[in-house]
């Protein structure tokens, strides 16, 4: 007798075969997800990062940098581009999503059977038994479609996260950018001063030698031209350090590390640059707000799934054939086995409560986002408006008076009005302002990087003023 009728099994690889195609396909790609990360990076930031899968592409992107800045005085713009191709633990953050990817890929090619095959017979039998057996799980089969679309939330976080460490990278750079060239600025001012302070020093040593000024008198201009040396080596170091913190986010070391930046800050804008529609603007575009909505959804999607499978822990389908051979005769008969693990107790009430508290959890930390997210963007543009009218205070207000001081002791020096070291006296009071005002420059330029951490997040909106405060 012959039955060659496999429903049990074809049922089985059907639904085996059954994952979602058009998610393999995305999924499967090499930089799987990291066109969406490229269109945020250029609507929040204007210049897009770069992912390198292979030697070759490392080594082109090393030509790439060394072209735009070796030898070369650079931009905040130009510093930042750099860092979004060259930056190494970037490239960290993009292989993160690679992996996640790579978890969704597996999610969406559905459940992976499993064939068990044996052999048995006796030695002086001819009864010869060959069994093929297709082992799946029916749990992994009935919760597929609700694992991919968990993974498919987790794979668009995913996304998120890259383009959240793109964003902060991108801030980051910039500020020490900003940093760096005020640093150097400060330094070139003191520097300025120096040379007239070392005026007024040999003066008061030659006056000293002629007896016509007191030894007390001379401390205070050689004390004045030390303490001036000191704040001048100082400010130095400080500008070193900034432009070695610079090259470290820039992903630069050696040879690559030949570069320059400004002496001086830009300018002051005629306005500041952000708008007073700045909350709206952080709560349509914030990622950590995007990635809490997908925390939401995921949560939601996780709870449901196990509340579908609370009552079942494990199910196996066994759908097979078996072939018995006995002298001349075969005998085939289709094999299905169903085994069902039913809990001792019901877990139904501990799975209700524990999706509950997760998602009240999820939700209060997304209310709480979204709170810090617009106090944030409040404090950035209070804090860009407030800076710029600070800074053009000390340069329309404070530096013309300062001017008209410095004119004013220069023409009665001249005509013999006053003497050497009242001059040098108002030339250390203008040093105290012009150092005032460039450092005012700087804190507005360092408000407006945090205006775009306040819109799209990836940065801690206020961290500049709050290390200042500590110093």
Not at 103 to 132: C, F, I, K
Not at 276 to 304: F, P, T
Not at 371 to 379: G, K, S, T
Request: hydrophobic fraction near 45%; aromatic fraction near 4%; glycine fraction near 6%.
């Amino acid at each position: 007798m012959r039955r060659a009728t496999l429903p049990a099994l074809g049922a089985a690889l059907l639904l085996a075969a059954c994952g979602d195609a058009t998610l393999r396909q995305s999924s499967s790609a090499p930089r799987a997800g990291f066109a969406s990360v490229e269109a945020g990076s250029r609507k929040a930031l204007g210049s897009a990062p770069a992912w390198h899968l292979s030697a070759a592409e490392i080594e082109a992107n090393a030509s790439r940098v060394h072209a735009l800045i070796n030898g070369k005085t650079i931009s905040a713009d130009t510093a930042v581009q750099v860092a979004l191709i060259n930056n190494r633990a970037l490239q960290a953050d993009f292989a993160d999503l690679g992996l996640s990817s790579a978890e969704l890929w597996e999610a969406a090619m559905g459940p992976v059977p499993s064939v068990r095959v044996s052999v048995s017979g006796l030695a002086d039998d001819v009864s010869r038994s060959l069994e093929a057996t297709l082992i799946q799980s029916l749990l992994d089969l009935a919760t597929t479609r609700s694992r991919t679309e968990i993974a498919a939330i987790r794979f668009r976080q995913a996304e998120l996260a890259a383009l959240s460490e793109t964003i902060a990278l991108a801030i980051e750079t910039r500020r020490a950018w900003i940093e760096a060239v005020g640093a150097f600025e400060a330094a070139a001012l003191i520097g300025q001063a120096q040379g007239t302070a070392d005026a007024g020093s040999e003066l008061a040593a030659q006056l000293g030698r002629t007896g016509a000024m007191s030894k007390a008198d001379q401390a205070r201009e050689h004390a004045f031209t030390a303490e001036l040396a000191g704040e001048r080596s100082a400010a130095r170091l400080e500008a070193q350090l900034s432009k070695d913190r610079l090259m470290r986010l820039m992903g630069l070391w050696g040879s690559d590390t030949t570069v320059y930046v400004p002496d001086a800050l830009p300018s002051l804008p005629g306005r500041p640059r952000a708008s007073a529609d700045i909350e709206r603007m952080a709560l349509a575009n914030r990622v950590d707000l995007a990635a809490g909505k997908l925390e939401l959804q995921a949560v939601a999607l996780d709870y449901k799934l196990s509340g579908e499978t609370r009552m079942i822990s494990d199910v196996a389908l066994a759908a097979g054939l078996e072939l018995e051979r006995a002298d001349d005769e075969t005998e085939r008969s289709p094999v299905l086995e169903v085994d069902f693990e039913i809990p001792l107790y019901d877990t139904a009430g501990l799975v209700s409560k524990r999706g509950q508290m997760a998602y009240l959890q999820a939700a209060s930390m997304l209310a709480q986002t979204a709170v810090d997210a617009r106090a944030e963007a409040r404090m950035a543009y209070r804090a860009v408006t407030g800076r710029h009218a600070v800074a053009r205070h000390w340069r329309d207000e404070v530096m013309p008076l300062r001017r008209q001081i410095d004119e004013e002791a220069l023409l009665s020096y001249n005509g013999m009005l006053t003497s050497t070291f009242e001059l040098l006296e108002d030339a250390r009071e203008g040093l105290d302002a012009r150092l005032s005002t460039a450092e005012a420059k700087r804190d507005y330029w360092l408000a407006e990087t945090d205006v775009t951490a306040g819109i799209w997040g990836g940065g801690d909106v206020g961290a500049s003023s709050e290390e200042e405060d500590e110093e």
